[in-house]
């Protein structure tokens, strides 16, 4: 026995170099055993201290790229946020586990090679720990992670996002009684993030919600899945182009373009304006200095509702009281809007992976919830105390234009959108780019065709379907509900099994039930409404 783990041990410690590059003898956990299906990712079971049982994984299927590109959400640096978006190394140990981290080449690698052993066998030693968070930064390796006040700020800033506009329309459209909505999808969407907690705890290995979707469902799982995800992230771009070309609109409304005999109005033309702007942005490939910026959207928040405030109390616009306690007819989009108002949730392994101490990361989401209800809440109920039945789909579009306070959330508001972009659309395009044939054209040319492409797409669609209030409730129902809500709870009774508790189940199972009916009845009320309005 102890000659089977001293070999063990060593096996662990062999390291070979090949071509520059790391080519490691993983532990056991991640060998390759090819399935009799070919869906599930290297799967071998292991014992921990206590002798129970616990699974490992690892995936090679597409896409490899997910957790690379949505690191750029999240905060993962020392408590002076001074480094922010995935390491600049191809490889990095995080808590035990080996993964891709970037494109560009390990520095300095054969001065490293026994500081690395000795971190392995450290690592290897007390993988269990998961206060452990360790990442090569070119030079060593050094111990690094969130505080929990860092993971809340990073959950708030991937949850408050332009869904706060649309949130004073509805209580225009589903009466006061639409805040109850919000209530409950705040506290379902809460406990599905536990549930993903429990996801990414069952399998050592697991870091991305596709690799949830493949631990619960093998291959096609996983496909499914990173098709909703990427769906869903492209749609915010589409939302950001005609949020552009109405907010501009309102500031410059008499700018119009008549080229070559065709009229293009102010709405179009800023649609176009936008996406010229933000092009070069998605052509790059480090997108660290964007990341620095769109971490800056808690303050973009703040800054907007700080400023509608003022002009409620300063401009003489008021708070009247007014409107419908209930209006049954528009609760399906008041569905939609705050099923997309609490989506951060394919980004939350990203925050779980970034903590110090994982085991805080509960506590940290239901901070991240009631901050962010409160802040959503207060901001529909005064909003639409100050316009009542006038209030619009974008709150901001109420606003007197001659108002200080006006401008300063128009301008904020027009902002913000070219920071986050490039960093919503780079998960799809790499994504894509995995899937060029090896050979096929030049890597570089083929990423700007690409990209070019899915940027006037968002454009297309986005003068297709100009409504941007409809827009996001389709993309809440649709999409933001599937991802929040029904996949987390579906993900965790597959993995858990006969593991979760009567009380889980049982939650889960009526959280599913509330899911399919809300995404129902939003979907065919934004789709009939949208059609209804050509």
């Not at 201290?49 to 616990?54: L, P, S, T």
């Not at 140990?93 to 300095?108: E, F, M, Q, T």
């Not at 965790?492 to 009380?503: D, E, P, S, V, Y």
Request: proline share 3%.
């Amino acid at each position: 026995m102890a000659a089977a783990r001293h070999r063990k041990e060593e096996e662990d410690d062999e390291m070979t170099m090949e071509d520059g590059d790391i080519d490691e003898s993983p532990r056991d956990s991640f060998r390759d055993d090819d399935s009799e299906d070919g869906d599930e990712g290297d799967e071998e079971d292991e014992q921990d201290e206590d002798g129970d049982r616990v699974g490992s994984f690892e995936s090679r299927q597409w896409p490899q790229s997910y957790r690379e590109t949505t690191d750029t959400y999240t905060i993962a640096a020392s408590p002076i946020f001074g480094y922010l978006g995935p390491s600049t190394s191809k490889y990095s140990i995080d808590g035990g586990r080996s993964s891709l981290a970037s494109d560009s080449k390990l520095p300095l690698i054969s001065d490293k090679l026994e500081s690395v052993k000795s971190l392995r066998r450290h690592l290897l030693g007390s993988a269990r720990d998961d206060k452990l968070s360790f990442q090569y930064t070119g030079e060593i390796y050094v111990s690094q992670g969130c505080s929990v006040t860092q993971t809340v700020f990073n959950g708030i800033n991937v949850l408050a996002g332009v869904g706060l506009l649309s949130t004073p329309f509805t209580i225009h459209e589903a009466g006061w009684a639409g805040l109850a909505v919000l209530s409950l999808f705040a506290i379902i969407c809460c406990y599905t993030g536990v549930l993903l907690k429990h996801c990414f705890e069952s399998k050592d290995g697991i870091s991305t919600y596709p690799d949830i979707g493949e631990a619960a469902f093998g291959r096609i799982g996983r496909l499914i899945i990173s098709i909703i995800l990427y769906t869903e992230l492209y749609s915010y771009c589409v939302e950001f182009i005609i949020l552009e070309g109405d907010n501009m609109t309102s500031i410059f409304p008499g700018v119009n373009l008549n080229l070559f005999g065709i009229h293009v109005d102010s709405k179009h033309f800023f649609g176009m304006l936008t996406a010229l702007v933000v092009l070069p942005t998605v052509w790059l490939r480090d997108l660290r200095v964007l990341s620095y910026l769109s971490a800056g959207g808690v303050f973009v928040t703040l800054v907007v509702f700080v400023s509608v405030a003022l002009v409620g109390t300063t401009e003489g616009v008021g708070f009247h009281q007014t409107g419908e306690a209930v209006k049954w007819s528009g609760m399906p989009f008041a569905i939609g809007i705050y099923g997309f108002c609490y989506s951060g949730h394919s980004v939350f392994p990203n925050i779980y992976q970034s903590m110090s101490d994982r085991t805080k990361f509960t506590k940290a989401l239901f901070i991240c919830f009631a901050i962010c209800t409160a802040i959503y809440g207060s901001f529909a109920i005064f909003g639409y105390l100050m316009f009542g039945d006038k209030t619009l789909s974008q709150i901001t579009l109420n606003l007197p234009k001659e108002s200080l306070a006006s401008k300063v959330a128009l301008w904020t508001t027009v902002i913000n959108p070219f920071t986050k972009f490039a960093l919503l659309l780079n998960p799809l395009a790499r994504s894509l780019e995995e899937l060029r044939p090896e050979g096929f054209l030049n890597e570089t040319i083929v990423a700007v065709i690409l990209r070019t492409g899915l940027v006037a797409s968002t454009v297309v669609i986005a003068f297709l379907m100009p409504f941007f209030g409809l827009v996001m409730a389709l993309i809440g129902s649709l999409l933001s509900i599937l991802v929040a809500i029904i996949m987390p709870a579906l993900c965790f009774l597959k993995i858990t099994q006969n593991k979760a508790t009567r009380t889980q189940v049982i939650a889960s199972i009526a959280i599913i039930v509330v899911g399919v009916i809300s995404a129902a009845l939003g979907t065919y009320s934004s789709v009939a409404r949208i059609i209804g309005n050509y």
